[in-house]
């Protein structure tokens, strides 16, 4: 098994849509603006540096921010945001529970 299909499989894992979301006590349910920069602007820069697509590459879609987007809608990116309080306490949240059904408003 390549890396590209082991990487897909990890992530499809990750994401069984029978097992309930646990709350999310820090912040918003959603991603936020700063957030959502933040993991494209990552995951374009990995593109740009010659990264594997997590998906297939759409005819109409060429730069790296434009894939990163596309990713980040397809909910395939194996990333975790760590919301932080001020007392120092902090909650992991992959980012499938920030993009997912339940949160689009």
């Known amino acids: 098994m390549d890396l590209l299909a082991g990487l897909k499989e990890w992530v499809a894992l990750g994401r069984s849509t029978d097992q309930p979301v646990p709350e999310i006590s820090i ?34 879609l060429v730069g790296a921010l434009d894939l990163a987007l596309a990713e980040l809608e397809a909910q395939v990116l194996p990333m975790t945001i760590r919301r932080t309080l001020p007392d120092g306490t902090y909650q992991d949240i992959p980012i499938t529970w920030l993009t997912g059904e339940s949160s689009k408003s």
Do not use: H, V
């Not at 936020?32 to 540096?49: C, D, P, V, Y």
């Open 27 to 60: 912040g918003p349910p959603k991603l936020t603006r700063f957030e959502k920069a933040r993991i494209i602007g990552a995951r374009s820069l990995q593109i740009a540096m010659g990264a594997p697509l997590l998906i297939e590459q759409p005819k109409n």
